[in-house]
């Protein structure tokens, strides 16, 4: 296990490595083309080096590259022609490389022009590796013909008129969830891009079943904690907002996850059709019906200083702008950034009403560090773990009516302080791993 896991860390380093051989055989290329005009003839001798680097990091690319396409669902012929034209190039370029050294000249004489089209040759093969690259990552057509003649997708001219899936549900899935889970990377062996696709799901059920909510894994995953190794998005992507999770739950629940059907035509249609107008920005929708099964928190206010976010920001805290109207907030304070917490405390108070999501995980802070959160009267989600936090926290936090989960692993509180937690009627999730509470 131990094992899998630093393969899967080491080919997450790829993307990253994958440009180092780019740039030093493109200036390989570069300095061999420019060295032909008299005045950058200076350049001739750089062209040797520069091919050495790009040879030793196409090699580090590959190894990793080849970890990495053990830990991701990908199209299998693109994923082969990606490997293969990888190899190339760190062959082609570690066999130009020995065609600069004395020893190989003194026995082999190519001519200029001949070496020199290898280079170009180089550059064709780089180009179309990258595009391989880019159908794993992006989709198979991210960058083909169809691409340049597909037009853009008409705004309907009202909510009555809209298609539920392909005007709404379809774009909202695209935007989130389709640069994982495409038909030339298909995470979990899930494609988003199709009704189909949902419908027959991935690797252990359907994405989506019709009037069965609990028994759609889309809806499943984008509901859990943050903290869940299978929440989704994962990677730190950013996450569907509370409006588009209604929208996706509507649709399962009581759209029954069909396709080809105007809003005007569903039963009960009217209780989405306020999320929808804001969806597609057509209107603010007017008020949000409750029994559209998420409702929204009239108390949260619907204007806010930016530039209290701004302050926040400039001060290293992570600041994700969740809904507009009303306008909600996911704060994030950086592991190991505790001590800043002092000059941030006033930002935090003033927005209190506003955060939705707090992470002040693994900062070192206990309760008497976080005497504001009583303020943050519409909080849902919070995350204290790895704090040295005792049982105190409950009476900072029991007060919070929408509090749904709070994160208190890794943590000093003990069976007392979850006795208390249990009198929030509304708080379904409480995490104690590794702590006296267990």
């Not at 069909?258 to 569903?266: E, F, N, R």
């Not at 206010?301 to 109207?325: C, E, T, W």
């Not at 900062?363 to 519409?378: A, G, R, V």
Request: charged letters at 20%; glycine letters at 8%.
């Amino acid at each position: 296990m131990i094992l899998l896991d630093i393969t899967t860390y080491l080919g997450h380093l790829h993307p990253l490595i994958v440009h180092l051989p780019i740039g030093f055989l493109l200036l390989a290329v570069l300095f061999e083309l420019l060295s032909y005009v008299k005045r950058y003839e200076y350049l001739k001798p750089a062209v040797s080096f520069a091919l050495l680097l790009g040879f030793i990091s196409a090699v580090f690319a590959c190894i990793f590259g080849y970890m990495l396409s053990l830990s991701g669902d990908y199209d299998l012929l693109n994923l082969a022609n990606h490997k293969i034209t990888g190899i190339a190039v760190a062959v082609v370029s570690g066999l130009l490389f020995l065609c600069t050294t004395t020893a190989f000249r003194n026995k082999i004489s190519i001519s200029r022009w001949l070496f020199s089209s290898f280079f170009i040759g180089l550059f064709f093969l780089m180009t179309y590796t990258g595009h391989q690259g880019g159908n794993l990552t992006h989709g198979s057509d991210y960058l083909s013909l169809k691409t340049l003649r597909q037009r853009e997708l008409k705004k309907p001219s009202s909510v009555d008129e809209a298609l539920l899936f392909e005007d709404v549900v379809q774009p909202l899935l695209a935007k989130r969830c389709s640069q994982c889970h495409n038909e030339g990377k298909m995470k979990g062996e899930l494609s988003v891009q199709t009704l189909q696709g949902l419908l027959k799901g991935g690797k252990s059920r359907p994405a989506v079943v019709g009037g069965k909510l609990h028994e759609s894994e889309l809806y499943e995953r984008i509901t859990l904690d943050p903290s869940n190794k299978k929440y989704m998005p994962a990677d730190g992507k950013t996450p569907l907002t509370k409006e588009e999770t209604a929208i996706i739950k509507w649709w399962i629940e009581k759209g029954m996850a069909m396709s080809g059907v105007k809003i005007a035509d569903l039963k009960n249609g009217d209780e989405i059709k306020p999320r929808v107008a804001v969806f597609l920005g057509l209107g603010d929708g007017g008020e949000i019906a409750d029994n559209s099964g998420i409702a929204v928190n009239p108390d949260i206010p619907k204007s806010f200083n930016q530039n209290l976010l701004d302050s926040l920001r400039n001060k290293g805290v992570h600041v994700r702008l969740m809904s507009h109207n009303p306008v909600m907030l996911d704060i994030t304070m950086p592991a190991g950034s505790g001590d800043k917490l002092g000059i941030i405390k006033s930002n935090l108070r003033a927005v209190a009403k506003n955060v939705i999501w707090l992470n002040l995980s693994n900062n070192k802070l206990t309760e008497n560090d976080l005497d504001f959160l009583p303020l943050m009267t519409n909080l849902e989600k919070l995350r204290l773990e790895k704090n040295p936090v005792a049982d105190g926290i409950s009476s900072q936090i029991v007060g919070l009516q929408h509090l749904e989960a709070v994160n208190l692993n890794e943590t000093k509180i003990t069976r007392a302080c979850t006795e208390k937690l249990k009198q929030m009627p509304n708080l379904k999730r409480v995490y104690t791993w590794k702590t006296l509470a267990e």
